[in-house]
């Protein structure tokens, strides 16, 4: 089993759509969550932390729910500069991050 | 601010040869890593420092060495390249304190080797 596990999409939505990737994560000792963005052939970038009580940052909402080990990523009115791989990462201890393979986010007109 | 540089950008080694791939960081970040992208497997961890002078290796070490000498620098050495090492190797680094704050990374070495 993967450590983190994302769907790989592509996830096809045309503008202005709400869409919503999730992430499961195996290791319940797992103690910071995060959300990258990856455009294609660059490096990963910060898109949001994720907490406990849920957080939002614009047009996107995170959510984590350690009982299920489970994160989402919200994205609401897609824009066109929205379409990027999307990252689950698990910060294991130690500086032990964990990335999914990420979610492929296409957003046409 | 610079953040985090990487260079090469590109790189092509010939089986056996060895290099150094360069990172440097001007955000005075403790904690500095290096990893691998490959298609369909995410990245992984190669080697990481929490400070000058201390490193550690990640989930995939081996053929590679890594130093810390100082608080900017950590490069990445390519003891002896193989085809297996050819990837997308990502430098990254962030503060101490409070475990949320996310790593920042370089724009990345793309490395092939023949």
């Known amino acids: 089993r993967k450590e983190v596990e994302q769907d790989p999409g592509p996830f096809n939505v045309p503008e202005g759509a709400t869409v919503a990737f999730n992430c499961t994560y195996s290791n319940s000792a797992s103690q910071s969550f995060f959300w990258y963005r990856q455009d294609c052939r660059k490096e990963p970038k910060l898109l949001m932390s994720v907490y406990s009580s849920g957080n939002e940052d614009g047009r996107f909402t995170a959510q984590l729910n350690r009982a299920s080990q489970y994160i989402s990523l919200l994205i609401r009115d897609s824009k066109l500069s929205d379409s990027a791989t999307y990252l689950c990462v698990v910060n294991e201890g130690f500086q032990k991050l964990v990335f999914g393979t990420g979610t492929r986010l296409l957003v046409s007109p | 601010n610079a953040g985090v540089t990487q260079t090469p950008k590109f790189q092509v080694l010939k089986t056996g040869q060895s290099m150094t791939l360069q990172c440097a960081q001007d955000?005075?970040?403790?904690?500095m890593s290096w990893y691998r992208q490959d298609p369909g497997m995410g990245l992984r961890l190669i080697h990481y420092s929490v400070g000058a002078g201390i490193t550690d290796q990640g989930e995939v070490p081996n053929g590679y060495n890594v130093s810390r000498s100082t608080t900017e620098d950590f490069p990445l050495r390519l003891l002896s390249a193989a085809p297996s090492q050819t990837s997308v190797y990502f430098c990254?680094?962030?503060?101490?304190?409070?475990?949320?704050?996310?790593?920042?990374f370089g724009s990345g070495t793309r490395l092939t080797v023949v």
């Open positions: 990254a680094s962030r503060s101490t304190g409070v475990s949320n704050y996310g790593y920042t």
């Open positions: 955000m005075n970040h403790e904690y």
